[in-house]
């Protein structure tokens, strides 16, 4: 059996479209959803975490539960939940993988680490402990950047065309 820790983020595609993708045997999928936060990512967070949770279920049969990370910028408290998290697993007898692919950096480094230090103390299971990243298709800041430098460039060209034709309704207003 096998269980997948993935911290809900804003990636969809870098938390499922690569066991998807690979085909991999999911049975069980832990979503760790931001609590804190303004209040629109706390709200995409949970949207995302429906839309996975269903998505988990209906495209690789996975039993899905969500679990609130109620600071996802407290790295001490995130860890003692990743270790806790990570040893129930194994000692449930499930193999674990832990996604450190989407969320705030403390979140992903506190479940890298906690799944370093148990593989540490629990030798005998070394093997049944994994991390592993997804990179982007996109950058989210890259493709952003690049829709504010077009939006720019366009606003650019309506400005200098309205200009344009404003002066050049000047010039003939004087001419008789």
Request: glycine residues 6%.
């Amino acid at each position: 059996m096998q269980t997948h820790v993935v911290p809900v983020g804003f990636d969809y595609d870098r938390l499922i479209a690569p066991l998807v993708r690979d085909q991999i045997d999911v049975d069980r999928v832990v979503l760790l959803e931001g609590a804190v936060g303004s209040e629109a990512n706390v709200e995409y967070s949970r949207n995302l975490s429906k839309k996975l949770e269903t998505d988990f279920r209906n495209l690789l049969g996975a039993e899905t539960e969500r679990v609130p990370v109620a600071d996802v910028y407290d790295y001490d408290a995130a860890f003692e939940q990743a270790y806790d998290l990570i040893n129930a697993e194994l000692d449930a007898g499930r193999e674990v993988w832990v996604n450190v692919s989407s969320m705030p950096r403390p979140v992903s480094f506190a479940f890298a680490t906690a799944a370093h230090s148990v593989t540490l103390e629990r030798q005998a299971d070394r093997d049944r402990i994994h991390t592993y990243y997804t990179a982007p298709e996109k950058y989210l800041e890259t493709e952003l950047a690049e829709e504010l430098r077009a939006d720019r460039d366009l606003l650019r060209d309506l400005l200098d065309g309205a200009a344009g034709a404003e002066g050049g309704r000047r010039r003939g207003r004087g001419r008789g």
